[in-house]
Nanobody
Framework: QVQLVEAGGGVVQAGGSLRLSCAAS????????MGWFRQAPGKERVFVVG????????YYADSVKGRFTISRDNAENTVYLQMNSLKPEDTAVYYC????????????????WGQGTQVTVSS
């Protein structure tokens, strides 16, 4: 059974930083692309960033480029999201997602989702 468990959310002032983590179960983590999505109140869930199986390729939404950084540790089955220069509009529930594909692009499909972690940025 695939499990994704996010951690690291919280409340931070605008301009601050948070680091999210996502622990994944299973033996195939190191072959799979991973991603982060977010859902703000009253809005649809949207893609934030993705990373390929090795960590050598990433794909960012324009809204977070230059502020957020995704990384992964395949030995620990964990993917991270470092969020800097946070803005109130970054407030959302952040979800970790897992793909059965290895590479990342705008067309990568994600099949499994975590429960989410709340990030609140105060102005």
């Amino acid at each position: 059974q695939v499990q994704l468990v996010e951690a690291g959310g919280g409340v931070v002032q605008a301009g601050g930083s948070l680091r999210l983590s996502c622990a994944a179960s299973g033996r195939t983590f190191s072959t799979e692309a991973m991603g982060w999505f977010r859902q703000a109140p009253g809005k649809e869930r949207v893609f934030v960033v993705g990373i390929n199986w090795s960590g050598s390729s990433t794909y960012y939404a324009d809204s977070v480029k230059g502020r957020f950084t995704i990384s992964r540790d395949n030995a620990e089955n964990t993917v991270y999201l470092q969020m800097n220069s946070l803005k109130p509009e970054d407030t959302a529930v952040y979800y970790c997602a897992r793909s059965s594909y290895s590479n990342i692009s705008s067309r990568t499909r994600f099949d499994y989702w975590g429960q989410g972690t709340q990030v609140t940025v105060s102005s």
